[in-house]
């Protein structure tokens, strides 16, 4: 058995499973970059080499002439005869290079430099050592940085507000890759012939300062710090409180300080000073600028903003409100989420929430007054439809929706007093949900909740849709009301997942007075604005509709079914309702428009027509075999009875009856109404005579001998349709 | 060294003293997690390379956690096939980027949630999807120490362990490649302890060189160790994570013995 050896450096007894009889320890001591190699003379200042002396180094490239120069080295433009395109060579001053715990840094981070492909960074194509000197190879952008652009002072505004959400959109990619450029200057942004940005640079100061470096004061503005040793960390001007003090802690925060400091000097034509002046006191520029500019410009990198998204969307929202003619636009960063509600347990119906249970009940039934709809596309025939004829699909789906928003209105109108608003409940439950315990989040929702949706059902959708979303970064209250026994509250929260979320929080006090959860939604916040475009939509479909089948009735005229033109007036009023809700929009607008024109329209016709139909007649079979006449002036027809008056010519008898029946298929009027008849004598006159009921049938005016007896005078009379039906039945004369 | 193989515009190596030969993988850790959701082979590939390395660390941590031979070969089993296909690695965003930590977490969550599920179903059937020389680990479980720490503080333990093998056997098979294999075995206790302390006169006797050469020998060879001792536990941690402050933990774990 052997003794137990002992490590030569650390004097540590050895375990058995040691890697290769070696001390563990110590073999991860030596993991550590070591100081020894770090030199204390003072380098020489760095002279780039000439244009001839790089091109021996490179054989590969046409080197064409040295187009910049700094204490971070110096850059060329080259070219790459075989792949035929201008590239950028950075070469990097020797003191740097000599460091070995350098290359492994370098190595390392000019791969992960190399991952970020996005047109707003500047590509780093290759990386590597010729001749002693370290160089990066890199996309060539042909034109200006924005220090060459702000050596004549500021820039107009406008330029300014075109650059930043590109210097934005850059940066997010980078700090969503990890990197954090840490050197954020006019000099690293490029700006080619197309105006496009182009961010240079990420990540040098990183692998080219390492960690914990003291710091250089008072250098010229735009020169890079350098330390004793020759170590680059950054440019003082640009650099955010936390990177001075400790380089090795800096966050991606850091980059929205030089990037405050940039939008600063852009619309200043000015470092901001130790008290930091507002640039709309300086120059003419909207004022809500000032707030995105200082905020990004805060001493703290908690006060700044989280994320470089977020000034790229305040620079837009300003820019788009100052424009008249933006539409309603959707934001160019889209969150994952995409714009359907997330977690929702209130029913939502074009998109406006409902949350009294009773509006809630009524549209459920109103989806049974939609199947009227069906009944007239298939001629399906429904128990009952034949009483609710035109009306099924109306009242049925638009008049139990209507109905709907009719008992929400009333419900909101209850509004409490605020010292009655249960908020703390609302954010312990909140907590929960934050905390991820769903289960526990169901068990203490209200029973209504419950009813709605099972536990295991509300913990899936809450795992598959708030759990992505993350941790909540910032929870702002919004809005909250009170309607009576319900209490809804909005924030507008920033979760880890989606930056800019609204909550609706939506409880009910129950029988036992505790208030509980009974809906929870979480929104993307553009998408209250594109619900309400899609509401404004569908708002104008429904009022276009209108129209199509006003095209469909007119081309199935003169018979069009009665259906079809109530269908018509419903789709119209459905538009216009929905428009009227979504009038802040252009469609909302434009679908109220549309729907009240064809509503108007079909109102009109359906009146006319009416009128039309209950006043025409047709002239059927006439029979006169003794020379005597009737003739009809005019018909009118109501839901009770139908007078006809008219002038007789009575030359065969002395006196006859003049009566007005109906034919129908059952039995002739057994009872005639004392208005149906009328004595007439011999000569002309007129005549009124009204018939009792209007049924289906045949009308008809009969002259008959007074003691009795078949008529000897007959007319046949009646609507287009009943004329058609009586000559088929041909009667025979 | 030929031109990468992508076709980029390669250096020749007249051109340049020492050329960087561009790679283009990242880390495999980094592979894993960028691949995210989705079930690349490259992703995969990565994902099976490190489970290859790392398995015995696992194994030994349920070992410790009190399961029988053959249950913790089958759970170390499982518990990879479970990793490989079913896109685990998503969750691995809560952790900080490392797979060393990922791998624990997921393991002992395995181990609560998972098992009893598992042990329902029948054995047998199933092709293990890694070669994992489950028998062999049970022979070095038996010779390690005993000692009274926490499972967890074993896993890590061992997992430090692990990463050093696996790097000294990196370097030993360079070294065999170039035919200094025999340097090697003498100049290897020169990773151990400070550059001055290291009795160069005595290696140089030894191995029949000057002293200065000998000098030379070590630095390169403490140098390579340094550089493969950081890539491989590069291989296991995202990019934005610090190497520094992962060997700061490990140099813990070791110490805590």
Redesign the interface.
């Known amino acids: 058995m052997d003794t137990e050896r002992i490590?030569?450096?650390c004097q540590k007894p050895l375990?058995?499973?040691?890697?290769?009889?070696?001390?563990?320890?110590?073999?991860?001591?030596?993991?550590?970059?070591?100081g020894?190699e770090s030199a204390g003379a003072k380098r020489p200042p760095f002279t780039p080499p000439t244009v001839e002396e790089l091109a021996k180094?490179?054989?590969?490239l046409e080197i064409l002439e040295l187009i910049g120069k700094g204490g971070m080295g110096a850059v060329y433009k080259a070219r790459?005869p075989?792949?035929n395109r201008f590239v950028a060579l950075k070469i990097l001053p020797p003191s740097i290079g000599s460091d070995?715990a350098f290359a492994?840094r370098f190595?390392?981070e000019a791969?992960?430099l190399?991952?970020l492909n996005h047109p707003g960074i500047v590509i780093l194509?290759?990386?590597?050592?010729?001749?002693?000197l370290h160089f990066f190879m890199m996309e060539f952008v042909d034109g200006i940085n924005l220090r060459q652009l702000l050596v004549n002072g500021r820039i107009a505004p406008r330029e300014a507000l075109a650059i930043v959400p590109q210097i934005c959109d850059a940066l997010q990619f980078a700090h969503d890759?990890?990197?954090v450029h840490r050197d954020i200057k006019p000099e690293n942004i490029l700006l080619d012939r197309r105006g496009r940005v182009k961010v240079a640079d990420f990540g040098l100061a990183k692998i080219i300062g390492g960690a914990n470096e003291p710091v250089a004061v008072g250098r010229p503005a735009g020169a890079p710090l350098l330390t004793e040793t020759g170590k680059i960390i950054g440019t003082p001007q640009y650099m955010s409180p936390e990177q001075i003090a400790h380089p090795a802690n800096v966050d991606h925060r850091a980059d929205i300080y030089a990037l405050g400091v940039v939008f600063y000097q852009m619309l200043t034509g000015e470092l901001p000073g130790k008290t930091i002046e507002p640039p709309s006191k300086k120059v003419h520029i909207d004022v809500r600028l000032d707030e995105v500019v200082l905020r990004a410009l805060e001493k703290k990198p908690e006060l700044r903003y989280q994320q470089v998204s977020e000034v790229k969307t305040m620079v837009e929202t300003i820019v788009n409100s100052e424009s008249t003619t933006a539409p309603v636009a959707a934001p160019s960063t889209r969150t994952r989420a995409d714009q359907s509600p997330l977690v929702h347990i209130i029913e939502t119906l074009f998109g406006i929430t409902f949350t009294s249970p009773g509006a809630i009940t009524l549209i459920k039934v109103s989806a049974l007054g939609f199947l009227a709809f069906l009944s007239f596309l298939g001629d399906i025939p429904l128990p009952g439809m034949h009483h609710f004829f035109g009306f099924s699909g109306f009242s049925g789906f638009f008049g139990l929706i209507g109905f709907a928003f009719l008992v929400e209105f009333v419900e909101r109108r209850k509004v409490k007093t605020k010292s009655s608003y249960p908020l703390p409940v609302v954010e312990s439950w909140l907590a929960i949900m934050d905390a991820g315990n769903y289960a526990q989040s169901w068990d203490t929702a209200a029973k209504y909740f419950q009813k709605a949706i099972t536990k295991v059902e509300w913990i899936e959708r809450s795992q598959s849709a708030r759990q992505p979303q993350g941790k909540v970064i910032s929870r702002q209250l919004r809005t909250a009301r009170r309607f009576g026994s319900r209490f809804i509250v909005t924030f507008d929260t920033a979760f880890a997942g989606l930056k800019a979320a609204v909550e609706t929080v939506t409880f009910s006090r129950e029988h036992d007075g505790q208030w509980r959860a009974i809906g929870y939604l979480i929104l993307p916040a553009y998408a209250e604005r594109a619900q309400l475009g899609w509401l404004g939509k569908q708002a104008l479909f429904f009022a276009g509709l209108a129209g199509v089948l006003g095209i469909l009735t007119i081309c199935l005229s003169p018979n069009p079914p009665a259906l079809l033109v109530w269908s018509i007036l419903a789709a119209a009023l459905f538009g216009i309702i929905l428009g009227i809700c979504a009038r802040r929009n252009p469609f909302g607008k434009r679908a109220i428009k549309v729907g009240s024109i064809n509503a108007a329209i079909w109102l009109i016709v359906l009146i006319a027509a009416n009128l039309h139909q209950s006043t025409t007649f047709y002239i059927g079979q006439t029979s006169f075999p003794n020379g005597d006449s009737i003739v009809i002036t005019s018909v009118r027809r109501t839901k009770e009875q139908m007078v006809v008056k008219g002038h007789y010519n009575l030359v065969s008898t002395d006196r006859a009856r003049l009566a007005l029946y109906i034919t129908t298929s059952s039995t002739n009027s057994t009872h005639p109404d004392s208005r149906q008849w009328v004595q007439i004598s011999k000569g002309q006159g007129d005549f009124e005579l009204t018939h009792p009921h209007v049924v289906p049938g045949l009308p008809h005016l009969n002259m008959y001998p007074v003691g009795g007896g078949g008529p000897f005078a007959e007319l046949y009379f009646g609507t287009q349709a009943e004329a058609a039906e009586e000559g088929r039945l041909g009667l025979g004369y | 060294m030929s031109t990468s193989t992508n076709g980029?515009?390669g250096?020749s190596d007249s051109?340049?003293?020492?050329?960087?030969h561009?790679?283009?993988a990242?880390t495999h850790w980094s592979v894993v997690l960028k691949a995210g959701q989705s079930d690349t082979t490259h992703a995969r590939d990565a994902l099976a390379r490190l489970c290859q390395t790392y398995w015995y660390p696992l194994y030994a941590y349920v070992r410790r956690r009190d399961h029988s031979v053959h249950d913790a070969q089958d759970l170390t089993q499982a518990f990879f096939a479970r990793l490989l296909e079913r896109h685990w690695v998503s969750d691995a965003k809560q952790e900080r980027g490392r797979f060393r930590t990922f791998l624990l977490t997921a393991m002992s969550r395995f181990l609560s949630d998972e098992w009893d599920k598992l042990r329902a179903q029948k054995r047998g059937g199933g092709i293990p999807l890694l070669p994992l020389q489950l028998d062999t680990g049970e022979t070095r479980y038996g010779?390690?120490?005993a000692d009274n720490s926490t499972p967890e503080q074993y896993f890590e333990r061992r997992w430090?362990?692990t990463l050093?093998?696996t790097v000294?056997q990196r370097l030993?098979g360079e070294y065999d490649r170039e035919g200094k294999g025999a340097l090697f075995a003498a100049l290897?206790?020169t990773?151990?302890?400070?550059?001055e302390?290291q009795p160069y006169a005595k290696l140089a006797d030894g191995l029949g060189m000057q002293e200065g050469a000998v000098k030379v020998a070590v630095h390169r060879l403490?140098?390579r160790?340094?550089?493969l001792?950081?890539e491989e536990i590069?291989e296991t941690m995202?990019?934005?994570e610090d190497i520094?402050e992962e060997?700061r933990h490990?140099?813990a774990v070791?110490?805590r013995?």
Request: hydrophobic letters at 35%; proline letters at 11%; a negative charge.
């Open positions: 490590c030569p450096s375990a058995p499973d040691v890697p290769l009889g070696l001390c563990p320890e110590c073999l991860i001591k030596s993991g550590f970059p070591t020894e180094l490179f054989p590969q790459q075989r792949l070995p492994e190595a390392r791969q992960a190399a991952q194509y290759e990386f590597g050592q010729a001749g002693g890759h990890g990197i | 980029a515009p250096f051109a340049a003293g020492e050329y960087q561009p790679v283009f990242t010779h390690e120490p430090a362990l050093l093998d000294l030993r290897h206790p990773l151990v302890g400070d550059r302390l403490r140098k160790y340094r550089q001792l950081r590069g995202a990019e934005s520094d060997l490990l140099f070791l110490a013995r």
